[in-house]
């Protein structure tokens, strides 16, 4: 139970905290810079394992290896994909 509400802490957290982040930058045009972009892009890429990561905790019942291993190419795999 414990554990659950910890998820819940951190991907309610993550989430808002990133979609703001999104938010701020697109609404403030002073604030279109290259880095700025890049932000955006880790912004989503962070957004996307959060929600996949704690969906894979919630729904796959498999042994603590197997978690590991799917959260590592959840992470890798919403990195890279916003980059091609």
Do not use: E, P
């Amino acid at each position: 139970m414990v554990l659950s509400v910890v998820h819940v802490i951190i991907l309610v957290t993550g989430v808002v905290g990133n979609l703001a982040t999104c938010v701020v930058i697109v609404w403030n045009s002073h604030m279109h810079t290259a880095t700025n972009y890049y932000l955006i892009s880790l912004a989503i890429s962070d957004t996307i394992t959060l929600v996949l990561g704690n969906y894979v905790l919630a729904r796959w019942k498999f042994c603590d290896t197997f978690l590991q291993i799917a959260l590592h190419y959840f992470t890798n795999y919403s990195c890279y994909t916003l980059y091609i």
